[in-house]
């Protein structure tokens, strides 16, 4: 009995130090080192997508590390928003933070209640000194 205890024990702490049972943030407006920290974990972790809603060309001159580009001011943006996966826990920035703070607006009417924007944008990001990755 007590060695099937341990490895119960053991099991549940595993999972927990794996990032299986995660925290989530209460507010869905992140600031910078909060949004940083979860960047972060997302680098590990599959259950993450960064989500970049700036033009392709604002996205080339600079971007979050694994970001995606889905441009705000695409024609189809509704169309693509229904399409994600509604399971994955979404960081959000743009510029500023206006585009994004919109965009969370159009993802929780989607039905997707895991996002989270950077209050500040991209600008307070790399003005504060975070990395950046270019297109080469």
Same mark, same amino acid.
Request: net charge positive.
């Given at each position: @009995?007590?060695?099937?205890?341990?490895? %119960?024990?053991?099991?549940?702490? %595993?999972?927990?130090? @794996?990032? =299986?049972? %995660?925290?989530?943030?209460?507010?869905?407006?992140?600031?910078?080192?909060?949004?940083?920290?979860?960047?972060?974990?997302?680098?590990?972790? $599959?259950?993450?997508?960064? %989500?970049?809603?700036?033009?392709? &060309? &604002?996205? &080339?001159? *600079? =971007? +979050?590390?694994?970001?995606?580009?889905?441009? !705000?001011? $695409?024609?189809?943006?509704?169309?693509? +928003?229904?399409?994600?996966?509604?399971?994955?826990?979404?960081? /959000?920035?743009?510029?500023?933070?206006?585009?994004? *703070?919109?965009?969370?607006?159009? @993802?929780?009417?989607?039905?997707?209640?895991?996002?989270?924007? /950077?209050?500040?944008? !991209?600008?307070?990001?790399?003005?504060?000194?975070?990395?950046?990755?270019?297109?080469?």
């Amino acid at each position: @009995m007590k060695k099937r205890i341990f490895i %119960l024990v053991a099991v549940f702490s %595993l999972g927990a130090a @794996m990032g =299986f049972s %995660l925290d989530l943030p209460r507010s869905q407006n992140l600031p910078l080192k909060e949004f940083s920290h979860w960047v972060n974990l997302a680098k590990s972790n $599959s259950s993450f997508v960064i %989500l970049d809603v700036r033009t392709p &060309e &604002e996205f &080339e001159a *600079g =971007f +979050i590390e694994r970001a995606v580009n889905l441009d !705000f001011y $695409s024609k189809d943006i509704e169309e693509k +928003i229904s399409r994600l996966d509604k399971n994955k826990i979404y960081l /959000l920035y743009c510029r500023s933070g206006n585009r994004s *703070g919109k965009f969370l607006n159009f @993802m929780q009417q989607a039905g997707i209640s895991k996002a989270y924007h /950077l209050v500040g944008g !991209f600008n307070e990001w790399q003005f504060n000194g975070y990395p950046i990755k270019r297109k080469k």
